[in-house]
Nanobody, 115 residues
Framework: QVQLVESGGGLVQPGGSLRLSCAAS????????MGWYRQAPGKQRELVAS???????NYVDSVKGRFTISRDNAKNTVYLQMNSLNTEDTAVYYC?????????WGEGTLVTVSS
């Protein structure tokens, strides 16, 4: 059974940083593309960043230069380092992967950027 568990969210002031973690079980995360999505209140869920099994990365334009996605294969964990956070980054952040045609989501972790 594939499970994705996010952690690391919280309240941070504008300009601050957070690192989100996505711990995977039931899957060798390094074999699959992993993604971080977010959903802000009243908005659709959007892809923020993704990393392929070969380590290639992709970012939505609004976070380029501020966010970094990475993985620790030994820990079967994917990270999202978020710097220079602003209020528009406030959202629930979800980890995502696809295996054998099935899409898996974590429960999400809330990031609130506010002064």
């Amino acid at each position: 059974q594939v499970q994705l568990v996010e952690s690391g969210g919280g309240l941070v002031q504008p300009g601050g940083s957070l690192r989100l973690s996505c711990a995977a079980s039931g899957i060798i995360s390094s074999m699959y593309e992993m993604g971080w999505y977010r959903q802000a209140p009243g908005k659709q869920r959007e892809l923020v960043a993704s990393i392929t099994n070969r380590g290639g990365t992709n970012y939505v334009d609004s976070v380029k230069g501020r966010f970094t996605i990475s993985r620790d294969n030994a820990k079967n964990t994917v990270y999202l380092q978020m710097n220079s956070l602003n209020t528009e980054d406030t959202a629930v952040y979800y980890c995502n992967t696809r295996r054998l045609g099935v899409v898996y989501w974590g429960e999400g972790t809330l990031v609130t950027v506010s002064s």
